[in-house]
């Protein structure tokens, strides 16, 4: 089990930048591969990015490479989700997810991760 708390949600305009950030609470979380997904009103919940549990790898939704990185601090339990050159489409709940799966390059389907966080809210308005 491992609780997961996002931050870092907030209203911006086009072209801004935000930070997301997700705490877990378990101490194993060098174990977990981790995600973000998000979900826009009337839409099902896609993918967004991961990376693997040393945090050498990574994958990302052709939508959002070269705009966004994901990273991880494994000393402090959190996932990271520099969010760059924001759009109006990218408006939506974003989502922290953990799988004890294992890494593979490529989009992610919501089913292959177990764990979730609440989820955090960004706007982003012309």
């Known amino acids: 089990q491992v609780h997961l708390v996002e931050s870092g949600g907030a209203s911006v305009q086009v072209g801004g930048s935000l930070r997301l950030s997700c705490a877990a609470s378990?101490?194993?979380?060098?174990?977990?591969?981790m995600g973000w997904f998000r979900q826009a009103p009337g839409k099902e919940r896609e993918f967004v990015a991961q990376?693997?549990?040393?945090?050498?790898?990574?994958s990302y939704a052709d939508s959002v490479k070269g705009r966004f990185t994901i990273s991880r601090d494994t000393a402090k339990n959190t996932v990271f989700l520099q969010m760059n050159s924001l759009k109006p489409e990218d408006t939506a709940v974003y989502y922290c997810?953990?799988?004890?799966?294992?890494?593979?390059?490529?989009?992610?389907?919501?089913?292959?991760?177990?764990?979730w966080g609440n989820g955090t809210l960004v706007t982003v308005s012309s």
């Open positions: 378990e101490g194993t979380f060098a174990m977990f591969v």
């Open positions: 990376v693997d549990r040393p945090g050498d790898m990574t």
């Open positions: 997810a953990a799988t004890n799966r294992a890494f593979y390059s490529g989009v992610r389907h919501p089913r292959d991760f177990r764990y």
